[in-house]
């Protein structure tokens, strides 16, 4: 796997690097790449959240928190300088099979360490019990991208304050905050965060390509769009039916329905599941002029496979999360 690196120590702010990811995917070669990144502190929301459901914005601007949107699904996550982030592109479209490869990739290195790290749930790497690692799934044609966390030393109260995950949520984790919900490598090594990243680079990949001037530009050029209020906080017009519910091995939801004399307008559907095909125009669009009961909805989604948009989602599920 070639490692991709920056061809200097310059300090980038979150958005640089999801344009990498992007950049790298879209412009390189069909292989596998990988490269770390650390940010200052920053609050990263997934791309079908809603970021007053998800961040205390109050708390971030007291705190110099920066806060921005992912195109990758799942939750929301806190980054800074003592948490590494990981990046992999790969030319797979088996979103499972992508997946599973890279937490396991991730797995296995902590376990050399001497770490007892395990896979658990969707995207979580575990460690005694607790996250130290997030983890989230971006696809684009022929190309995948996974990208997650790794707790190192991270600040603890800042990630407890800065994120606001829903009690439902929490409880089906079985835990009652978020500081016991995670831990840190620090507490597990001796190695230092530096060590450790060159520990990850060396076990992971075998060549390196370092970018270029001309790579730099463009992905600046991509790097704009993460910037924009449109992308940061998008359109979240009222609903007449707002409702929230968990389905476990697919994610959260918070389904809403605009109807009017049982006909439906339109669905918007937010939460930390993970999209892997197009949600409008394979999904929420089937549902506009349908009447809002089982059997016109079973009808609309005839031919759907929902699966095939929200990762692990079922028809049925689908239904039931609308009319229940």
């Known amino acids: 796997m070639t490692y991709v690196a920056l ?6 702010r979150l958005p640089f690097y999801l344009a990498m990811e992007e950049y790298v995917a879209r412009e390189f070669p069909a292989q596998d790449y990988f490269f770390m990144w650390q940010v200052e502190p920053t609050v990263i929301f997934g791309r079908n959240q809603l970021v007053d459901s998800e961040v ?21 996550v806190y980054a800074d300088k003592s948490n590494i982030m990981l990046s992999y592109i ?33 995207n979580d790497i575990l460690v005694d019990g ?47 905050s978020v500081r016991q919900h995670v831990t840190t490598l620090n507490r597990y090594i001796s190695l230092s965060i530096e060590e450790l990243k060159q520990f990850f680079r060396t076990e992971l990949c075998d060549d390196e390509r ?37 389905i476990e091995g697919v994610g959260e939801f918070r389904v809403s329905i605009d109807a009017k004399g049982g006909v439906v ?14 949600i409008d125009t394979m999904l929420l669009a089937k549902f506009n002029g349908v009447r809002l009961e089982r059997e016109a909805l079973e009808k609309a989604l005839c031919g759907v496979d929902c699966g095939a948009v929200i990762m692990n989602l ?11």
């Open 210 to 246: 370092v970018l270029s001037a001309a790579d730099i530009a463009a992905i600046e050029e991509i790097e704009r769009e993460y910037y924009t209020p449109e992308f940061i906080y998008g359109n979240n017009p009222a609903y007449s039916v707002v409702k929230s519910k968990r």
């Open 130 to 176: 607790k996250k130290v690692s997030g983890n989230a799934f971006y696809h684009l044609p022929g190309r995948s991208i996974v990208h997650g966390t790794m707790l190192y030393d991270t600040n603890l109260e800042h990630m407890a304050r800065a994120t606001t995950p829903s009690d439902c949520k929490l409880k089906s984790k079985g835990v009652e």
């Open 90 to 122: 790969t030319p797979s479209s088996n979103v499972n099979f992508t997946f599973n490869r890279y937490m396991l990739m991730v797995e296995h290195a902590l376990q050399k360490l001497g770490v007892d790290a395990r896979t658990t749930g969707r």
């Open 265 to 278: 307008r339109k669905v918007n559907l937010t939460g930390d599941f993970f999209v892997i095909g197009d």
């Open 314 to 324: 079922t028809e049925e599920q689908l239904i039931n999360l609308l009319i229940d």
């Open 56 to 76: 205390d914005r109050g708390y971030c601007n007291d705190n110099g928190i920066q806060v921005y949107r992912r195109k990758s699904g799942g939750g929301c």
């Open 7 to 12: 061809p200097n120590d310059k300090d980038y």
